[in-house]
């Protein structure tokens, strides 16, 4: 697995100094000369000028094309009969703008918050290109800046296919885990007994009272008291089924397959007694098709439907 050098503060500062510095009428060569030096003096240093590099190239969305209040602003300075106040005016206009036009691309770091409710999904699209998909009853926080990327994952579940930057890593808090993209597409299922992590592409870090790297194709358990946790041996095709409208079950309890459903639906299903609990079922199912998931499953189980109030339902 390739790793990158870590950023130091001073390292970033001395990579934004270059940058001015490189960019001005003013460099010469012996500047020139003595940044790749610097370069050369420690492999952070190229990692940390590549990242000042593209945040400053990100701030093209602050020309004119992108604000017109900014022409306007500009506009001022070719009428000199222009008071000082106007100009003054202008500039504060801009800097409102610019603020704005930042916090909507996520780069100030401020949270912007999420929610999928109940029945629903929702797909969004964040200010770096990643792409967050939140299934049924979920709430997540994203917090961007410069140099950072987190997502709290506050309940619920959501997958994640992220756009790889070494310089700005992406973080999902759920719970008491930590999950690190390392470029990759992963589910985090946070319920309130354990976190589930679940790997489609590439590697992610989970980090917890311990830490440990998943690839493609495996997942894992974080129990409530931070340690990892054998998960079963499963598809992540049959974990993530949610993302198109079905929902997957290899020889899981029925009162968990229950639980999935009323995730779904303005309904509470739930089973008779502990023996009933415990009863396996296989199967795909359609999200959105209640009925016939209900009907499949007393043909599957000997067990029989009875409603027991306007949205509540009991097999026994």
Sequence with gaps: MKTHPAISDLTRQQAIDWLLKLRSEQCSLADREAFNAWLAGDPSHQLAYDTVTSHWDRLAVLKASDFPARSAALSYRKNKARPYWAYAAAAVLLLAFGICALHQRGWLGVPIT?????????????????????????????????????????KGEAFFTVKHDAGRPFEVKAGNSTIRDIGTAFDVYLKPERVEVAVQEGLVEVE????????????????????????????????????????????????????????????????????????????????????????AITALLPVSLKPVGPHELVLQ
């Design 208 to 295: 917890s009272k311990d830490k440990r790297q998943l690839r493609a194709g495996q997942n894992l358990v974080v129990a409530s008291n931070g340690r990892f946790e054998n998960a079963p041996n499963l598809e992540i095709g049959s974990l993530t089924a949610w993302r198109t409208g079905r929902l997957v079950f290899r020889n899981r309890r029925l009162e968990d397959v229950l639980a999935e459903l009323n995730r779904y639906h303005d309904v509470r299903i739930r089973v008779a007694g502990p023996a009933l609990a415990e009863m396996r079922v296989s199967g795909t199912f359609q999200i959105n098709q209640l009925e016939q998931t209900l009907t």
């Design 114 to 154: 999420y929610i999928a409710e109940k029945g629903d999904k929702q797909s969004v699209t964040l200010a770096d290109g990643s792409v967050v998909e939140l299934n049924t009853e979920t709430e997540l926080s994203v917090r961007y800046s410069f140099w950072q990327r987190r997502i709290s994952l506050v």
